[in-house]
């Protein structure tokens, strides 16, 4: 499975960003997926994540509120809206495949790994 995200761009603070991750296979179409980010000189963390029909949603704590990620299974692809943008959002921003129909918040938890779209939020 290859994921291709697209959607990053400079934003200012409060704006707002569209992110798309298109799979090449349907295989995503039954597993979870997620929505990753790393800033330079940190770890890669959760963002948000979907379970494999969409029913059911996660969200790290700093963009609560703020971030929706959504699914449209007949494209094979994965969304993540991001609206009052801050400068501490700015990173590159990963999507990927969960190894079940489930979502995961651990990167051991994903199986495929897009190559990773950068946001940048000025003040």
């Known amino acids: 499975v290859q994921l291709q995200a697209s959607g990053g761009g400079l934003v200012q603070a409060g704006g707002s960003l569209r992110l798309s991750c298109a799979a090449t296979r349907r295989t995503s179409s039954n597993n979870g997926m997620g929505w990753f980010r790393q800033a330079p000189g940190k770890e890669r963390d959760i963002v948000a994540a979907?379970?494999?029909?969409?029913?059911?949603?996660y969200y790290a704590d700093s963009v609560k509120g703020r971030f929706t990620i959504s699914r449209d299974n007949a494209k094979n692809t994965v969304y993540l809206q991001m609206n009052s943008l801050k400068p501490e959002d700015t990173a590159f921003y990963y999507c990927?495949?969960?190894?079940?129909?489930?979502?995961?918040?651990?990167?051991?938890?994903?199986?495929?790994w897009g190559q990773g779209t950068l946001v940048t939020v000025s003040s």
């Open positions: 990927a495949v969960a190894l079940r129909s489930a979502y995961g918040i651990k990167r051991e938890d994903y199986r495929y």
């Open positions: 979907i379970d494999w029909r969409g029913s059911s949603t």
